[in-house]
């Protein structure tokens, strides 16, 4: 490897990722609950839209939050 450009100046902004968490996959098992309930049991479908919304809400408000965190330039 060559040696970098004298004239480059150096890095300065960070990539931001968001920090591990279960949520999507909950999310994923709420949809399929909701699904499944559509044809077996009216309870499977209450259920699964509840984890849903909670997964969705929380989701939503963690992005909020790690948005309201970042530099602004």
């Not at 150096?10 to 044809?39: K, M, Q, Y």
């Amino acid at each position: 490897m060559s040696a970098p450009d004298p004239d480059t100046p150096p890095v300065s902004e960070e990539i931001h990722l968001p920090a591990p968490t279960v949520v999507p996959a909950l999310t994923a098992v709420g949809i399929t609950l909701t699904l499944v309930g559509f044809t077996t049991f009216i309870e499977f479908t209450i259920i699964g839209a509840l984890i849903t919304l909670g997964c969705v809400v929380s989701w939503i408000k963690t992005a909020r939050a790690e948005t309201d965190e970042l530099p602004l330039d």
